[in-house]
């Protein structure tokens, strides 16, 4: 291969690289990728093992394997520190199932919704507010602060998408700094 065709060929590399990092963005320290499941890219993110453990724990592994489409708000480790002191390990406590059960399933939306649509039924919205329901049938809406998409729980608790439209095979994650607790 000559020099210059080399190059070229190296930077069509690059640049295909750069796009897949684009269409797979890392979480926690993980690569996202679209083809898996969003238990399946879960997983692997460092940021998330609180989830994660407590998708397990309220056996809803099966439902967010399962083909959706589903958009998940996803809490991260540091979301889950900012509850009181003991929350986490009472929640994961076999007797306290249909209460994370309630929690989790008031952070998944039916259907494939990414933070730009959001962002925009929000300022179309005469008060400002997206309003959808979980799929635990709680109340959520979303708002638009400088810049930033905020979705509020029940109880007028915000967390804020910090990364937004991770696509999975069935559905879209986006991470956010806070816990949804349902009322």
Do not use: C
């Not at 460092?46 to 996803?74: M, Q």
């Not at 804020?160 to 949804?180: E, F, M, P, R, Y």
């Amino acid at each position: 291969m000559r020099p210059k065709t080399a190059l070229a060929a190296t930077a069509a590399l690059t640049i295909a690289a750069g796009a897949a990092l684009a269409e797979n963005p890392m979480v926690g320290g993980a690569a996202m990728y679209a083809d898996r499941t969003i238990v399946e890219n879960a997983v692997n993110s460092e940021a998330h093992t609180t989830l994660v453990a407590a998708v397990k724990a309220a056996d809803l592994v099966e439902t967010l394997n399962s083909e959706g489409p589903f958009t998940v708000f996803a809490p991260t480790n540091a979301a889950f520190g900012k509850l009181p002191d003991g929350t986490v390990d009472s929640l994961l406590k076999p007797q306290n199932k249909a209460k994370l059960r309630k929690i989790l399933t008031a952070h998944v939306v039916a259907g494939d919704w990414s933070a730009a649509e959001i962002a925009t039924q929000a300022r179309n919205a005469p008060d400002g507010f997206h309003h959808f329901n979980a799929v635990s049938g709680d109340a959520l809406s979303a708002q638009v602060t400088g810049g930033n998409v905020y979705i509020y729980d029940e109880s007028g608790k915000a967390a804020k998408i910090t990364i937004a439209d991770v696509d999975q095979s069935n559905g879209v994650i986006h991470v956010t700094d806070g816990v949804l607790v349902p009322e």
